[in-house]
């Protein structure tokens, strides 16, 4: 089958726009493996301080390897606060003993913090929420910085948790890795009856013991939640990637496939790990092909807007340049295959079930609508993920994947949902901004009507209380950026904007902010760059101004005289908040790039001090700074 054109016009766009800082990333990967210290060059006292813990055998066999003895690192993101990320509590002792099977150490390098934006909806901890992305890459990094590993295993699940762990093992790209998944929960209380409750509860119709006992009933056991928000839109998309085991993202923790596929991951990873026959690094799997699939499947699946930022970061942490045009141009091509909630009443394992990630990647690919000749953990293809995991005893056994079962949930090819991808670029003279229109009714795609302006989820919500959105208005919440706050997630305004659009208003949403990546059915236009923090254009917008929000064409506009228009001042820029160590994140404020350049300031800092080391690394660090930005 060939490729679609589409598909291979963005691809080579992304390498050409990528090949000076590609090139950059690959001779420092290349140093990495040449020049770095391994286990095997460890100075004695260096060692001894590595192995100081260990039982006796394993000091021996880590100080004097076999020929082929890899020493696994776990970066693990565990804490028991989290559902998604509790189950990992006993992910090292299995894995040890996977490892064990196989004739490999195992040492858990380094912890890295998992918030949950759940729990931080709405609080003052919500600011630090895309920040901690960044935090979880450098705790990767410390970690595997020991240099006693010859294969990482990641153990992350949630929102920033994916990206920043491979944010932060891409700066060892030369270690093969492997992402072990854990698995959604069992499905609770069915989506339309806690969405209902929701609405009530902002209406006053329900109490607070009503509203606790539906979200309890939701999120009710250890794994994922199982809406498709940016947690499982992380798993679809590293696994479109190649980073885990095919069919590996959505089977429910604690189960006995579950283990079984651990299992075979870290089966897996000893074979491709750097001393074996074949190793296979990271950097060889994270490529202009990969990235282009991963967006492929986010628009075949109608995933997280999250995900327009997150893969961006990913990326360009692998040296590739990647932009909201390339998401744009694959949207048009690339039909929406799925409908997971809140694009319907079906969760993620309804969608598993129906047929899922293999069913979706067979039919993409019987188009050439996927880059099947890149390399993935699988020692195959891409078309190793058209299979579903069955279990056979112990091990994993896999069978190809068969149509869907359930065209409510999952269509195929010949009936999709739509002829378009789930994500779409709107842009006019307000900037540039993406929206998950899949899950908007058609009806409700184009609003015109005047703007009513806040700066606040609070200011929203009294502004409702008080009667004021009832009307036909684009609410527009501002200041809400990487810049001014930290871009938090403003989920607390879907419930308040879905009970005016029950009353029959024409309701649309614009934000330099965030939304949760399980909103959708309200119109809304996220991630609007440039923020007006940095002074775009929102910041000149005032109530009253009539706008176009359509998401049909992809306009975003206000309809005012532009020469007015643009001879307004700005509003004031908002000051730093402090407060539930907020403070500490300054400098990524002051420093993040916008959304569509990934938002992280990390990166940023890092291509300002490559610039500066001059002509090492073949003299490719003057150029890295243009050839990112």
Wanted: overall charge neutral; proline content about 7%; hydrophobic content about 40%.
């Amino acid at each position: 089958m060939s490729l679609n054109p589409v598909l291979e016009r963005v691809t080579a766009r992304i390498a050409r726009r990528s090949e000076k800082s590609r090139k950059l990333y690959l001779d420092l990967m290349a140093h990495n493996l040449k020049y770095a210290p391994n286990r095997k060059t460890l100075p004695c006292s260096n060692m001894a301080h590595a192995v100081a813990a260990e039982p006796e055998k394993v000091k021996e066999e880590l100080i004097h390897p076999a020929p082929h003895h890899p020493n696994i690192g776990i970066i693990t993101t565990y804490n028991d606060m989290l559902s998604a990320h509790q189950p990992y509590e006993h992910y090292p002792e299995q894995i040890r003993l996977f490892a064990r099977e196989k004739g490999a150490t195992v040492q858990v390098a380094a912890g890295a913090p998992a918030m949950c934006d759940g729990v931080t909806q709405g609080q003052e901890g919500m600011d630090m929420s895309l920040f901690s992305r960044d935090v979880i890459a450098k705790s990767t990094a410390i970690g595997l910085s020991h240099c006693m590993y010859d294969s990482v295993a990641l153990l992350g699940v949630c929102d920033k948790i994916v990206p920043g762990l491979l944010m932060g093992a891409l700066r060892f790209g030369h270690l093969p890795q492997i992402l072990i998944p854990a698995g959604p929960m069992p499905s609770g209380m069915p989506n339309e009856e806690k969405s209902k409750i929701r609405k009530l509860f902002v209406e006053g119709k329900v109490g607070l013991e009503e509203a606790m006992h539906a979200e309890m009933a939701s999120y009710h056991a250890p794994g994922t939640c199982t809406f498709y928000g940016t947690a499982n839109t992380n798993q679809m998309v590293a696994e479109f990637m190649g980073l885990m085991m095919p069919d590996s993202a959505f089977i429910i923790t604690n189960t006995p496939l579950r283990t079984a596929m651990t299992r075979a991951g870290i089966h897996r990873l000893v074979d491709i790990s750097l001393g074996s026959d074949k190793p296979l690094p990271l950097m060889d799997l994270v490529n202009e092909k990969s990235v282009t699939n991963a967006i492929v499947g986010l628009m075949a699946t109608g995933g997280s807007t999250n995900l327009t930022i997150h893969l961006i970061a990913i990326a360009r942490a692998a040296g590739l340049v990647v932009d909201w045009d390339d998401y744009n141009a694959l949207s048009e091509v690339v039909p929406d295959l799925a409908k997971i909630y809140p694009s319907s009443p079906t969760d993620i394992n309804g969608f598993h079930r129906a047929g899922g990630i293999p069913t979706v990647i067979k039919e993409l690919a019987s188009i050439g609508l996927l880059h099947t000749d890149c390399p993935t953990i699988s020692g195959g293809s891409i078309l190793d993920y058209a299979q579903r995991a069955t279990l056979d005893g112990q091990n994993v056994k896999y069978v190809p994947a068969a149509p869907t079962t359930d065209t409510k949930t999952l269509r195929p090819l010949s009936d999709p949902f739509s002829k378009t991808g789930g994500l779409k670029l709107f842009k006019g003279n307000l900037g540039r901004g993406v929206s998950k229109v899949s899950a908007v009714a058609p009806d409700r795609l184009v609003t015109k009507a005047p703007a009513m302006i806040f700066q606040t989820q609070e200011d929203v919500m009294a502004a409702q209380r008080e009667g004021k959105l009832d009307q036909d208005t684009v609410v527009v919440v501002r200041f809400q950026g990487p810049r001014a706050n930290g871009m938090p997630e403003l989920h607390k305004l879907i419930p308040v904007l879905a009970v005016q659009m029950d009353k029959g208003y024409k309701i649309a949403l614009v934000t330099d902010g965030r939304l949760s990546g399980a909103s959708g059915f309200v119109p809304a236009v996220v991630h609007v760059c440039p923020e007006a923090q940095r002074g775009g254009p929102l910041a000149k917008l005032k109530n009253g101004d009539m706008m176009l929000v359509d998401g049909v064409t992809g306009d975003l506009k206000v309809l005012v005289d532009e020469a007015e228009f643009n001879a307004r001042p700005d509003a004031p820029k908002v000051r730093p908040d402090v407060g539930t160590g907020r403070e500490l994140f300054s400098a990524n404020r002051r420093y993040a790039p916008s959304a569509e350049e990934g938002a992280s300031s990390m990166e940023a800092l890092m291509i300002e001090d490559i610039n500066e080391v001059g002509d090492d690394f073949a003299g490719e660090f003057n150029s890295v700074g243009k050839a990112m930005r």
